[in-house]
């Protein structure tokens, strides 16, 4: 069976639901860690497949192949990627940003909003627990369950949404994170690849169907108020479609651009006809 990841925030609960209900069997194994592990992992060569950073991806795509149907992103506001800052953003010059050490693609969508957007250059520095730093008032990043955290926290007006900041200035929907396998599984293992991509599009399906099944096991991991994942799972975006694809493609434009990543990759799944009967 292929080695396969997933990420462990809620936001990834209407893909793995269906697995933790038992209701679809997953065709590999799957090992739950946060992102930038998973990223690690993949590349390590201790993963086959999983779900990574899309920054992880775009840096590494002569190594990774872009895999169809799934990615995990938002249309505009998206919740679990925030910078709590007392000053606002255009105002950090020379500013000490405190940042997760859990994620790629929000620490560099950072980078790109402040030095593109706004054209200043804070230095950023790695944190454990950054949400600590943004209770002692110092600007940081948080991502998944710690930014949902954090929106509940502090003043909206010292929580900005990154997936807000980038649609706002691009039009663009965000991805944060896509589905990637080593190019030498594709090439020998194509049929296993698409069987585990197909059991995650039907385990999705099934979420949409059964969302309070969803809701039920999102709200045992971390309590809520009463409607908010109903709300927060409907801003999030699960499928990699034209719309996705052109996110990430200026993403990765805007990568280049800050000498992020060497050079722009082609934003296009490319197992699709590998994998096809």
């Not at 049929?191 to 197909?198: K, Q, S």
């Amino acid at each position: 069976m292929l080695k396969c990841g997933r990420i462990q925030y809620t936001n990834d609960l209407p893909i793995f639901a269906a697995f933790d209900e038992r209701v679809i069997k997953y065709p590999g194994t799957l090992h739950e860690d946060v992102p930038t592990s998973l990223n690690r992992m993949l590349l390590a060569g201790e993963l086959d497949l999983a779900p990574i950073s899309a920054f992880a991806w775009a840096r590494n795509a002569d190594r990774l192949a872009l895999l169809p149907d799934l990615c995990i992103g938002a249309r505009d506001e998206v919740v679990s990627v925030v910078l709590v800052s007392q000053t606002p953003p255009a105002l950090l010059e020379n500013t000490q940003i405190f940042v997760t050490q859990e994620s790629a693609s929000g620490r560099n969508l950072l980078r790109v909003l402040l030095e593109r957007r706004y054209c200043i250059a804070p230095s950023y520095v790695e944190d454990a627990r950054p949400i600590e730093r943004a209770r002692l008032g110092f600007p940081a990043l948080l991502i998944g369950d710690a930014a949902i955290d954090a929106v509940e926290e502090f003043p909206r007006s010292q929580v900005y949404d990154l997936g807000t900041l980038w649609h706002e200035w691009t039009g663009q929907q965000t991805v944060f994170a896509v589905w990637a396998a080593r190019r030498e599984i594709v090439d020998e293992r194509r049929e296993e690849v698409r069987a585990c991509m197909d059991a995650l599009t039907d385990a999705l399906t099934w979420s949409k169907r059964n969302m309070p099944t969803v809701i039920a096991a999102a709200q045992q991991r971390f309590a809520r108020a009463p409607g908010f994942y109903e709300d927060y799972y409907e801003k999030l975006n699960f499928t990699f479609h034209a719309a996705a694809r052109s996110g990430l493609a200026a993403y990765c434009r805007e990568l280049h651009a800050i000498g992020a990543i060497p050079q722009i990759p082609i934003v296009a799944p490319e197992v699709t006809d590998a994998l096809a009967n």
